[in-house]
């Protein structure tokens, strides 16, 4: 009598789904020692992210998915000052440095260096946490504006303006501060364009982030 165990076919395929499952997960990129990326994606809300610590926890989320598991992940992003809310300085929440993408490529030694002249962030380096980059510049689509609400050397701007999308959480009232991942643009397509201030947004809304090349992205960094 054979007592071989037979699967039936549901169980089968039950098991050929796990087993799939599984291999997909080991088999997906990881970069342990990974301490910058772009999100892959945003909240798909435009400017609204869930507020500062919505968008925070988008970058820990996505850094843990790529095996960066004991870092704290922060979003590169400013916050105008409210009565209710204080300042927040993009360059005083993401630690020291030195930073390295996916592929271990440093792309900027401290604080200072990321502002200075001397970073590496372009579009061959500034890579999602799965080390894709991002299409930038004379692709289409194209999705190079990354969300920082930041003035060029990482500061907040003032109470007046309102170039957060009232702090990350609204995709329908102000606009926000962009930079271009890939340091590139139609006006000036030879000379390097700031990778955390390029231009304002048209509105907050999603439709309004794609339509001046974004697609509601932003920075995560290791601290």
Known sequence: MDKTTHLSMPAALLALAVGGTAWAQQAAPQSPNMSFFVAS???GNGGDLGGINGAD???????????????VWRAYLSTTPTP???????????GKGPWQNFKGEVIAQNVDDLHGPGNKLN???AL???GAMIAGFGMTPNYHDAITGSTPDGHAFGSNLNLTCNNYTSGTFGKAMLGHMDRRGPADTDQMRSWNASHQSRDCSQEGLIA???NGLFYCFAR
């Open 84 to 94: 209710t809310v204080p300042e927040v300085n993009a360059r005083d929440r993401i």
């Open 212 to 214: 001046t090349g974004g």
């Open 57 to 71: 926890a988008r970058c820990q989320t996505l850094g843990a998915s790529a095996g960066a598991t004991s870092k």
């Open 123 to 125: 579009g061959q380096t």
């Open 128 to 130: 999602t946490e799965r």
């Open 41 to 43: 994606s945003g909240s």
